[in-house]
């Protein structure tokens, strides 16, 4: 019990860049140290609690996916993969899309173009992955969004555009996961020009990505950012989800 009493136990914290590289590899040489002055050591690695940016407006993780909500520029948020919704046309008349172009130069629209003249029809929740141009983006996701009010039906009580969007989800959370990307970045799926509220788009969002997650026993996606340029959106996208 005596020499109990006596003994004196202290923890040290590393958390500097780098520190636990250089520990790794200098483990024996400090146990080493710690015997030739008559104590023990022991190491032990705990993993950083990710916080979110402080641009973000809403943050949650369900099974090792962080979800983010935040006003900004879609286009400059440095994600693997972006997201744009395009109409069954291909119209290119929605701003995202024509600010993607605009970004990314012509030759995306001309890809599209070849595109369509293989396929003839787009329907709804198809996803087209033509070359990014000169995008920062690893992968450049258009997703065929249904627009709100054209089907006048339901399926088990829910109306078939909110069925047809967490189809878009889907297909998009699939499409990058095979190209093995790890953060996607997309806008408030279904609202402005597809007609959709922005509380409606943020529930089918949820819906998706729980499905998502909980179907996938792991997964390369690790961030997913819902981005909008309307501060006002973004906190009504918030509260939603």
Not at 61 to 82: Q, S, V
Request: glycine residues 6%; neutral net charge; charged residues 25%.
């Amino acid at each position: 019990q005596k020499y109990v009493e006596t003994i004196v136990s202290k923890t040290f914290v590393y958390s500097n860049p780098g520190e636990a590289k250089v520990l790794e590899k200098q483990k024996d040489a400090v146990r080493s140290k710690a015997v030739e002055s008559g104590c023990m050591v022991w190491f032990t690695q705990q993993s950083a609690i990710q916080k979110p940016p402080l641009d973000v407006n809403f943050h949650t993780c369900l099974n090792g996916l962080n979800l983010f909500a935040k006003h900004g520029d879609i286009l400059k948020e440095k994600a693997d993969a972006l997201v744009c919704p395009i109409d069954g046309d291909m119209s290119f008349s929605m701003k995202l899309i024509k600010d993607v172009i605009h970004a990314g130069g012509p030759e995306i629209q001309k890809e599209c173009g070849k595109i369509i003249g293989e396929r003839k029809t787009l329907a709804c929740g198809d996803v087209l992955t033509p070359c990014k141009g000169m995008l920062h983006f690893q992968l450049l996701i258009l997703a065929v969004t249904p627009i709100w009010g054209k089907c006048n039906y339901t399926m088990k009580g829910k109306n078939m555009e909110s069925i047809y969007l967490k189809h878009v989800f889907l297909r998009c959370f699939d499409t990058a996961e095979q190209k093995q990307c790890t953060s996607i970045a997309l806008p408030i799926l279904g609202s402005n020009d597809f007609g959709f509220s922005i509380r409606e788009s943020a529930l089918t969002f949820m819906e998706a990505v729980k499905e998502y997650v909980n179907k996938k026993q792991s997964q390369t996606i690790k961030e997913i950012y819902v981005i909008d340029m309307d501060e006002k959106a973004i906190e009504e996208f918030s509260e939603a989800a």
